[in-house]
Structures are given as structure tokens and as C-alpha cells.
């Protein structure tokens, strides 16, 4: 079983930047994906951000401002996230699919405990 540890969370103001990772405990096949998820109090869990084989998806509501990356050497992923505010304060998890996945959340296998993001205005 595959397990993930995220990092990188924190309190921060808007307008600012912050980068979480994600650690994968062994290596992943080429046709997996990793993804970021998000969960805010009283929300449902929301995708963010994929990074498969065929290439990166993103949430229209990071609108433009986060960039999913990973270093397969350190089987680790990366969610930069630029010009923060408010609304995306939330918990983020990440998550590994051993398939070809997309936005939801039954799609992916393992998920990390997640780290807390909160953006003061």
C-alpha cells in the first residue's frame, strides 16, 4: 500500500504564495495520476489539480494561479500555489489514482492525511 505525506501548509495572507508536496512512500507506474484535492468547513471535497500521464488538469477555481509539478526521482509532487485568498482556505489532500483519472474523488486509490492551508484577508 502506498503511502502519502503532504507538507507545506501554513497560515498566510492573501496575495501570497505557498508550496505543498506530497511524498509517495515507492515509486508509481507511468499511467497513474496524482492529483490535489481540497476540503473547506461545510464543503465537500473539490478537486483541484491532476498531474497524469497524458498531462496536468486544473479546477476553474485556481484560475490560472496554481501549478501542479512532480520530481519522479523523489516520487514526490509539488501544488505551487500563487495569489492566495481567502476561498482557498481548506484542507488539501493528496491522492494517487493506479488508473488514468480525472476530477472525482472515488477515482483515486490512496490519499495522504492532508495539510492545512488558511489565507487570512
Known amino acids: 500500500q502506498v503511502q502519502l505525506v503532504e507538507s507545506g501548509g501554513g497560515l498566510v495572507q492573501a496575495g501570497d504564495s505557498l508550496r505543498l508536496s506530497c511524498a509517495a512512500s515507492e515509486r508509481t507506474f507511468t499511467r497513474t495520476t496524482m492529483a490535489w484535492f481540497r476540503q473547506a468547513p461545510g464543503k465537500e471535497r473539490e478537486f483541484v489539480a491532476a498531474l497524469g500521464w497524458r498531462g496536468t488538469y486544473y479546477a476553474d477555481s485556481v484560475g490560472g494561479r496554481f501549478t501542479i509539478s512532480r520530481d519522479n526521482a523523489k516520487n514526490t509532487m509539488y501544488l505551487q500555489m500563487n495569489s492566495l485568498n481567502p476561498e482557498d482556505t481548506a484542507i488539501y489532500y493528496c491522492?494517487?489514482?493506479?488508473?488514468?483519472?480525472?476530477?472525482?474523488?472515488?477515482?483515486?486509490?490512496?490519499w495522504g492525511q492532508g495539510t492545512q492551508v488558511t489565507v487570512s484577508s
Open positions: 491522492a494517487l489514482s493506479l488508473r488514468t483519472a480525472n476530477t472525482s474523488t472515488r477515482e483515486y486509490d490512496y
